[in-house]
């Protein structure tokens, strides 16, 4: 049962992580867009979900304890938290590897790539897909209660 739920929420649950940190990139850069010899990062989406997906090998991320009182697929008490936590240290130093300087448009004299209004665009973009997935979930969810409700 949990491998089903798990099938049915790893895309998504990557996606929203993914658009999560690119969320805190492009912020970064608007923040910075006044800092002489800045230069503007972000990272490809698209790769970097495909490399998170098939990292995964088709599957989603093994079950982890979120607290000491969880139980493990065996039944016994789960132990320490920090497994999940590595896994998404893990998902971030990856990342960290996808994240590229962007190249000016229109080069500045203090040095500084950040196009504001380029920025601002992907950012309301990236914000619009991010409310996008998140309403997937959100009715995934909704007709899971449905059913478990109606049965």
């Known amino acids: 049962m949990v491998d089903k739920l798990d099938q049915l929420f790893g ?10 940190q ?5 912020a970064s850069n608007i923040a910075n867009a006044d800092t002489p010899n800045y ?4 990272f490809d989406f698209q790769s970097a979900l495909q490399k998170a997906v098939g990292q995964q090998g088709g ?3 093994p079950m982890t304890a979120t607290a000491s009182g969880h139980l493990t697929v065996d039944g016994a ?4 938290v920090s497994l999940m936590q590595a896994s ?3 998902q971030t130093k ?11 448009q229109q080069p500045s004299i203090d040095g500084n790539t950040v196009d504001m209004d380029g920025e601002r665009m992907r950012f309301a973009d990236n914000t619009v897909r991010y409310e996008a997935d998140l309403s997937i979930v959100t ?6 209660l449905a059913a478990i409700q109606n049965s």
């Open 59 to 61: 599957n989603s991320l």
């Open 77 to 80: 008490p789960a132990g320490d």
């Open 11 to 20: 895309f998504q649950e990557q996606a929203l992580h993914l658009r999560s």
């Open 39 to 42: 230069k503007a990062r972000d």
């Open 139 to 144: 009715q995934k969810i909704k007709s899971m």
């Open 88 to 90: 998404l240290s893990q």
């Open 22 to 26: 690119r969320h805190q990139i492009l």
């Open 94 to 104: 990856a990342l960290q590897g996808e994240v590229q300087y962007r190249t000016s």
